[in-house]
């Protein structure tokens, strides 16, 4: 073998094993690249809900206040010292029941003066109907003139005249004597004395004390035309009454009161600065909780429970074109689904339009998520409350 052929058979065999030492450090970095690569991301973990039908009953609410059905203010129709006060401030009291007494001294005297003016007046009375007698059987006897009889008779009218007056002068002192006593003709609760014993009050003095009347009581509130027409519209879609509706109430501190009521009357003027009119209920009020002129909620309720498609609220999101959930099928990916909705309980919303029940919605999770992905799902149980 000469040199060229030494030579030439050399680089081949250095050139085989450059390329078999080159694969060989290719396969190992690929193994190395397989063994440090992160695996795949699981599908994202969400929270879903089934769409539910829960029984409710539709409600909407108004700013309202409450009314005493009664309410008299006690005033004085004599004049004179207040002597007697026999109530306690802010105590329940009855009808009939004694609140002032005022001084009857002069007032008695007066019915005493009349009586005996009276008295007097009825014996004028007799001795003319004596005279006028006596006078007629004289002139048929043609002792007397007819003149004199017609006197006696004249006479005999005044007297007569003379007892009607003092019997009415009578009257109006016992009623007066009546007046001092002060009476409430109502029950219900009793408000805050505005005069003391010892008081001089007569008429214009004003109030004396005001009784408001409690069980039962009144929350009336504003409707627009347009709530009303609403309210006729739906209740002619379910074939039922509009009237056939309860009224509660929800107080200051968000309690609902306990006691519901009905409505006793609509409003037949519409007030043109605001387009609404006055609905007023009827509510117990066994315990005292309405007080009037109390501002309260009031609750106008169906009288029958339905029931109704709901979601909790945190599954609805809203776009420029409306509001939509996102739903997940059969092979669990993301779709956006539309709705319409209705009213809220609790902490779910009313969905009339775009969802069945059973369908199932993301709770939480939504911003991590996108359409036709595929989600880990969690299923959470709905809290159905109905209030």
């Known amino acids: 073998m000469n040199r060229d052929e030494h030579g030439s058979r050399h680089g081949w065999i250095g050139a085989s ?23 795949p991301a699981p599908p994202p973990s969400v929270t879903v809900v089934k ?3 829960i029984e409710v009953t539709p409600s909407i609410t108004f700013t309202g206040r409450i009314e005493a059905i009664d309410k008299v203010e006690l005033r004085a129709r004599v004049e004179g010292f207040i002597d007697k006060r026999l109530f306690q401030e802010g105590a329940s009291v009855k009808p009939g029941e004694l609140m002032f007494v005022m001084e009857k001294d002069l007032y ?26 006596r006078t007629a059987q004289l002139v048929a006897k043609k002792v007397k003139a007819q003149q004199e009889l017609d006197i006696a008779i004249a006479k005999q009218s005044e007297a007569r005249a003379n007892v009607d007056k003092a019997q009415a002068e009578l009257e109006k002192a016992k009623l007066n004597l009546g007046f001092t006593d002060i009476f409430t003709p109502l029950a219900g609760r009793v ?4 005069f003391s014993v010892g008081d001089y009050v007569n008429p214009s003095s004003g109030t004396l004390t005001t009784v408001v009347s409690q069980d039962p009581i009144r929350v009336a509130f504003p409707v627009t035309s347009r709530e009303l027409l609403d309210v006729r519209r739906r209740a002619t ?3 039922t009454d ?6 509660g109430a929800r107080l200051a501190d968000g309690s609902v009161y306990p006691h519901d009521g009905s409505i006793d009357f609509l409003g037949v003027e519409v007030d043109p600065t605001t387009d609404s009119l006055t609905v007023r209920a009827q509510l117990p009020n066994p315990d005292g909780y309405l007080v009037d002129g109390q501002l309260v909620t009031a609750i106008v309720k169906a009288d029958k429970p339905e029931k ?26 993301v779709r956006i689904q539309r709705i319409e909705t209705g009213a809220t309980y609790s902490n779910n919303i009313v969905v009339t339009q775009g969802l069945k029940e059973g369908d199932r919605v993301i709770t939480i ?4 998520v996108r359409p036709d992905m595929v989600v880990d799902p969690i299923e959470a149980s709905l809290e159905a409350s109905p209030s």
């Open 365 to 368: 999770g939504v911003q991590k």
């Open 308 to 333: 109704v498609l709901v979601v909790p609220y945190e599954a609805m999101q809203i776009d420029q074109i409306g509001r939509y959930v996102l739903t997940l099928d059969a092979e669990n990916k």
């Open 108 to 133: 008695q005297a007066t019915v005493d003066q009349t009586q005996a003016e009276l008295a007097g007046a009825q014996a004028q009375l007799k001795l003319a109907d004596i005279e006028t007698d």
């Open 237 to 239: 879609e379910a074939g």
């Open 17 to 39: 094993v450059a390329v078999l030492f080159a694969l060989g450090v290719a396969a190992c970095e690929d193994k190395k690249a397989s063994e440090t690569a992160p695996p």
């Open 191 to 194: 408000g805050r004395a505005v």
């Open 242 to 247: 509009p009237r056939n509706v309860k009224v």
């Open 51 to 53: 769409a539910t039908r």
